[in-house]
C-alpha cells in the first residue's frame, strides 16, 4: 500500500516500518469479541487506545446470555485465528468460550487498556477530534477527545434487545414476559405453560430448556427456514459445502467479480438449481421436517432463505422432540397479549405462563450523532468494506454491521484491515462510493426479502468477503499451507487458522503472502488444472497397472 497516494487517518510521527506510527488516541465502544480483537492488533501496532465496556467483564454476549448457550458449530469455526480453542471443545458451552475470550485479552493487555463500568452516552465530532462522553461508575461524567471511533458493539448486544409490540402486554407479570437473553434461571418454566417466539437458533434452544420443566413447551414462528445439519447426511460436515472455495462458487447468486471458474459453473443452465435442490430435498429427510405435527419444509428455496441471512444449526436432538410432541409448533403470530394467555391472529387463545422472545436484536446506537444515525437507509446502513461511511472516514463499524457465520474470524480480519487503514489510509470517497452502489444494487436485487437486516447480511459470502478484504492490504488470498495445496485451497474449508499470520500481523514478513495492496491476485484456475492433471495422472496409473497386471490363476 502506497502512503504517498492514501493519506493515514491517524497523525503520524514515525514512518519506519518498525517504529510506532501513530500519534493519535482510538476510542474502542464495546468489549464483545470485536472490541477485544480490536484492541489487541492495535495494541501490537503501537496504536494507543481505549476501550468502554458497559458491563464488569470482557466478552459481550459470551458474558450475558440464556442459561444453557453455547457455540452451534465445531470449535474450530470458532475461535481467535490466532488462538486455537483446546481440543475437545466442539459446541463448547457459552462459560467456556467466555473464559477463552478474557484469557486472549489477558495475553495482549487488553486488559490495561479497557476501562469497565463506563456508558457512553454520545459522541460528537468537531473540526479535529471526536468528543466522546462517558458516565462512569468511578470518575462520574468526562469528556474525552479522540482521533478515531470503533463501534465495536456487535449485532447481538444484549442492550438492543427487540421485543415486538403487542397489545395488552403490559398486564404481565414480571418474569412472565422476557427476551431469550434473561431466561437466566430455567426453574421460572417449571409446570408452567411456556411460548416461545422466533425461529432461530435462541428459540430452538429456549423452546428445548422449557421442554425439560413446562406442563407444556411451543415453539411460535410466522415463518419457517432451512435447518442446516451438524453433518450432511451423519457423515459430511456441513463446512465442507459452505466455507470452501469449491462450496462458496456454488452458492447463488453469484458474488460480484467472481471468478473465471465461478463464472463457468454459473453460466450451465439449471445446474446448480438442481444441486440446491437435491441438498434441499436431503436436508428435509435427515431432519424429517414433513414428519412433524405440522410440515416444516420451508416453502422458498435452500439458497434464497440461506442468503436471506436465515438457517441456523440446531441441536440433533430439536426435531426429534417436534416429532414426539415434546414441543408444539405452531405457525402463526400473536394479536393480543393476555395474563396468561396469548391470542393469535387466526382468533385462537393458548394457555402462556411464560412467553419467550427469540426474536433477535436491533442496534439503536443512541450515542450516535444525528448526522451519523441519518446515513441509515430503510434496508440498513450502508457502509464500504462493511465498515465505514465515506462521509464519516474517522469512524469504523467493526463487526457491528456484518453477520457472517464464522463472525469471531471476521471481527478479526476486519481489526487488520481496520489497523492498516489507520497506516496507510482509505481509497478517495468516489472509489467508496462508488464500491457501496455496485453491492446496494446487487443485494437489493438478489435479497428482495432481506428488509432492514440488507446492508449488514455477507453469510454465505463471508470467503468472498474475507479475500475483498486481503487485497486491500496487499494480503495473499491463498491460505492454505503443507502437502496437496491446490486440493486444499478448493475444496477444504476456510477455518479461523488459515488467517492467523493476517491477524497477527506474521504475513509481512511471510514468505508467499505479500502482493500489491488492491491489486488483482491470479485466479483459481492454476489450481483447478493442477487438480485436474493430478486426477489424470492417478487414472492413467491405474489404468497401466490394470492393463499389465497378470491374470489371476484359478485351479
Known amino acids: 500500500m502506497s502512503s504517498a497516494k492514501f493519506a493515514p487517518l491517524l497523525p503520524v510521527t514515525v514512518s519506519h516500518e518498525d517504529g510506532l506510527p501513530y500519534a493519535g488516541h482510538v476510542c474502542i465502544i464495546g468489549g464483545g469479541v470485536a472490541g477485544v480483537v480490536t484492541a489487541r492488533v492495535l495494541l501490537a501496532e503501537g496504536v494507543q487506545c481505549t476501550l468502554f465496556e458497559k458491563s464488569h467483564t470482557l466478552g459481550g454476549v459470551w458474558a450475558d446470555n440464556y442459561t444453557g448457550f453455547g457455540i452451534q458449530v465445531p470449535s474450530r469455526l470458532y475461535e481467535f485465528p490466532d488462538k486455537p480453542l483446546p481440543a475437545g471443545w466442539d459446541f463448547a458451552a457459552g462459560e467456556r468460550i467466555h473464559g477463552y475470550i478474557q484469557e486472549y485479552a489477558r495475553e495482549h493487555g487488553v486488559y490495561e487498556a479497557a476501562r469497565f463500568g463506563c456508558d457512553v452516552k454520545c459522541i460528537s465530532r468537531d473540526a479535529e477530534q471526536w468528543k466522546v462522553e462517558v458516565e462512569s461508575e468511578s470518575a462520574g461524567h468526562e469528556v474525552l477527545a479522540f482521533d478515531f471511533v470503533v463501534i465495536a458493539t456487535g449485532v447481538y448486544s444484549s442492550t438492543d434487545k427487540f421485543i415486538p409490540q403487542y397489545t395488552g402486554a403490559e398486564c404481565r407479570a414480571p418474569g412472565t414476559y422476557l427476551h431469550s437473553v434473561d431466561l437466566k434461571d430455567p426453574s421460572l418454566c417449571k409446570d408452567k405453560h411456556v411460548i416461545t417466539v422466533g425461529y432461530g437458533k435462541s428459540a430452538f434452544d429456549c423452546a428445548q430448556i422449557a421442554s425439560k420443566l413446562a406442563s407444556s413447551s411451543t415453539l411460535l414462528f410466522r415463518e419457517v427456514h432451512w435447518p442446516i445439519p451438524r453433518k450432511i447426511l451423519g457423515l459430511v460436515d456441513f463446512e465442507w459445502a459452505t466455507f470452501s472455495r469449491f462450496g462458496a462458487g456454488c452458492l447463488k447468486p453469484t458474488y460480484p467479480h467472481c471468478g473465471p471458474i465461478e463464472g463457468l459453473v454459473h453460466s450451465i443452465p439449471g445446474l446448480l438449481e438442481g444441486f440446491w435442490w437435491l441438498v434441499a430435498k436431503i436436508f428435509s429427510w435427515q431432519f424429517g421436517l414433513k414428519a412433524c405435527t405440522v410440515d416444516l419444509e420451508p416453502k422458498q428455496g435452500f439458497l434464497a432463505d440461506y442468503w436471506g441471512g436465515h438457517g441456523c444449526i440446531p441441536h440433533p436432538s430439536f426435531f426429534p422432540q417436534v416429532q414426539s410432541g415434546a414441543i408444539g409448533v405452531k405457525q402463526n403470530s400473536i394479536r393480543t397479549v ?165 491477524v497477527a500481523g506474521e504475513y509481512k514478513t511471510r514468505k508467499g503472502d505479500l502482493c500489491p495492496a488492491r491489486a488483482a491476485q491470479r485466479s483459481f484456475c492454476g489450481e483447478l488444472l493442477l487438480c485436474i492433471g493430478m486426477l489424470a495422472i492417478i487414472c492413467a496409473a491405474c489404468s497401466f497397472m490394470s492393463a499389465h497386471a497378470p491374470l489371476p490363476s484359478w485351479r
Request: hydrophobic share 35%.
Open 338 to 502: 393476555k395474563p396468561k394467555s396469548v391470542v393469535l391472529e387466526s382468533g385462537e387463545e393458548l394457555p402462556a405462563d411464560v412467553v419467550i422472545f427469540g426474536t433477535g436484536f436491533r442496534p439503536s446506537l443512541s450515542f450516535l450523532p444525528e448526522e451519523v444515525r441519518a446515513l441509515r437507509e430503510n434496508d440498513g446502513l450502508w457502509l464500504y468494506r462493511q465498515m465505514v461511511h465515506p462521509d464519516q472516514p474517522a469512524l469504523c463499524w467493526l463487526n457491528s454491521n456484518t453477520t457472517t457465520f464464522t463472525n469471531i474470524t471476521t471481527a478479526a480480519i476486519q481489526a487488520r484491515w481496520l489497523a492498516e487503514m489507520l497506516r496507510h489510509g482509505l481509497p478517495s470517497a468516489e472509489e467508496m462510493r462508488s464500491t457501496i452502489e455496485e453491492q446496494k444494487a446487487w443485494k437489493r436485487e438478489t435479497m428482495p426479502n432481506a428488509g432492514h437486516a440488507r446492508a449488514y447480511m455477507i453469510q454465505t459470502h463471508q470467503v468472498h468477503y474475507y479475500d475483498d478484504l486481503l487485497r486491500d492490504m496487499g494480503v495473499s488470498v491463498r491460505r492454505k499451507q503443507g502437502p496437496l495445496r491446490a486440493l486444499r485451497e478448493l475444496f477444504e474449508p476456510y477455518r479461523p487458522r488459515d488467517y492467523a499470520s493476517v
